[in-house]
C-alpha cells in the first residue's frame, strides 16, 4: 500500500507517493525521472548511486524511501545552479577527471557533500569521501587533483 511522503528534492518540497519497501534509487529513476544518478551494483558496493541526504553522501540503492519525510536530498541534477556548473563539476571537466562518465555522478556527490561540509580539507579528507566510490577506468588521480583544485579556488560559480 502506498504512503504518501514529503520531502525537498534539490530545493524544491515535493510530496510522491511511494511504495513502502522502495529504495531512493528507485523512486530517483524510475518515479521522478532524475536519470542522472545511476545504479551500479545495486547493493552500496560501487557508490554509482550516491547522493546527499542532509549533507551526507548516500548509497541511494541502500537508502529506504520511508525515511525520506522532512529531509533534504540533493542529486547531482540539483548541484548546479541557475545553469551553472558547481565548481565540483567544473573541476571534474577541466581536470579530465570524467573518464567513461558512470561513475561521475557519485564521485561528484561525494565530492559536493565534503566541499559542502568543510571548504578545507586534505587530501586524506578527499579519499575518505570518495572512498565508497569505484572507478574502474583510469583510477582516482585525477579525480583527487580535480576535487584538490577546487579547495584551492582554481574553480568557483
Given at each position: 500500500?502506498?504512503?504518501?511522503?514529503?520531502?525537498n528534492?534539490?530545493?524544491?518540497?515535493?510530496?510522491?507517493?511511494?511504495e513502502?519497501y522502495?529504495?531512493l534509487?528507485?523512486?530517483?529513476?524510475?518515479?521522478?525521472?532524475?536519470?542522472?544518478?545511476?545504479?551500479?551494483?545495486?547493493?552500496?558496493?560501487?557508490g554509482?548511486?550516491?547522493?546527499?541526504?542532509?549533507?551526507?553522501?548516500?548509497?541511494?540503492?541502500?537508502?529506504?524511501?520511508?525515511?525520506?519525510?522532512?529531509?533534504?536530498?540533493?542529486?547531482?541534477?540539483?548541484?548546479?545552479?541557475?545553469?551553472?556548473?558547481?565548481?565540483?563539476?567544473?573541476?571534474?571537466?577541466?581536470?579530465?577527471?570524467?573518464?567513461?562518465?558512470?561513475?561521475?555522478?557519485?564521485?561528484?556527490?561525494?565530492?559536493?557533500?565534503?566541499?559542502?561540509?568543510k571548504?578545507?580539507?586534505?587530501?586524506e579528507?578527499?579519499?575518505?569521501?570518495?572512498?565508497?566510490?569505484?572507478?574502474?577506468?583510469?583510477?582516482?588521480?585525477?579525480?583527487?587533483?580535480?576535487?584538490?583544485?577546487?579547495?584551492?579556488?582554481?574553480?568557483e560559480?
Amino acid at each position: 500500500m502506498k504512503k504518501k511522503i514529503e520531502f525537498n528534492l534539490n530545493g524544491e518540497n515535493i510530496t510522491v507517493e511511494v511504495e513502502p519497501y522502495w529504495s531512493l534509487l528507485y523512486l530517483l529513476r524510475n518515479i521522478l525521472k532524475l536519470k542522472g544518478t545511476k545504479e551500479g551494483c545495486g547493493y552500496g558496493e560501487c557508490g554509482a548511486c550516491t547522493v546527499v541526504v542532509d549533507g551526507l553522501a548516500v548509497n541511494s540503492c541502500l537508502y529506504p524511501v520511508m525515511e525520506l519525510e522532512g529531509k533534504k536530498v540533493i542529486t547531482i541534477e540539483g548541484v548546479s545552479k541557475n545553469g551553472k556548473l558547481h565548481p565540483i563539476q567544473k573541476a571534474f571537466i577541466e581536470e579530465g577527471a570524467i573518464q567513461c562518465g558512470f561513475c561521475t555522478p557519485g564521485m561528484v556527490m561525494s565530492a559536493y557533500a565534503l566541499y559542502e561540509e568543510k571548504r578545507e580539507y586534505d587530501e586524506e579528507d578527499i579519499k575518505e569521501a570518495i572512498e565508497g566510490n569505484l572507478c574502474r577506468c583510469t583510477g582516482y588521480v585525477k579525480i583527487i587533483d580535480a576535487i584538490k583544485a577546487v579547495k584551492g579556488g582554481k574553480y568557483e560559480f
